[in-house]
């Protein structure tokens, strides 16, 4: 399956109004391709539209398109440190204000991306 890119879905760009967002992370090279595989939606029950660009990983709500977070991927002594994130934050476009929650959900995302595909 070729890697997500961004013509593969429709989406926004990067809201003008963010919060930044504690993540803090280390991957293998691995671990990274599979980060940078994303994912396009093949059905309505699917949620979120994933590509790695310019070294951020960007997380789209696939129905709307709306740009909801941005983790930032740098090479690191042979790792991928995944550190520099963040979350939208204009109210119209993004309900959530808590950072914890918005945390926690990003690494679940990301957990999700990192899970060994069913056969």
């Known amino acids: 399956m070729p890697?997500?890119?961004a013509a593969s879905w429709k989406h926004l760009p990067a809201p003008k109004k963010r919060a930044?967002?504690?993540f803090d992370a280390v991957?293998?090279?691995e671990q990274h391709a599979r980060l940078r595989q994303g994912r396009v939606p093949q059905e309505m029950e699917d949620k979120w539209f994933?590509?790695?660009e310019d070294g951020v990983l960007r997380f789209h709500r696939s129905w709307t398109g709306i740009w909801i977070?941005?983790?930032s991927l740098t090479a690191?002594?042979?790792h991928w440190h995944a550190g520099d994130a963040w979350v939208n934050r204009e109210s119209d476009q993004y309900g959530c204000t808590d950072l914890e929650t918005?945390?926690?959900l990003l690494a679940r995302l990301v957990d999700g991306l990192l899970?060994?595909?069913v056969a």
Do not use: V
């Open 69 to 71: 977070y941005a983790l």
């Open 50 to 52: 994933i590509y790695l």
């Open 76 to 78: 690191q002594d042979g």
């Open 20 to 22: 930044p967002l504690p």
């Open 27 to 29: 991957y293998t090279a």
């Open 102 to 104: 918005d945390r926690k």
């Open 3 to 5: 890697d997500a890119q």
């Open 115 to 117: 899970a060994t595909p």
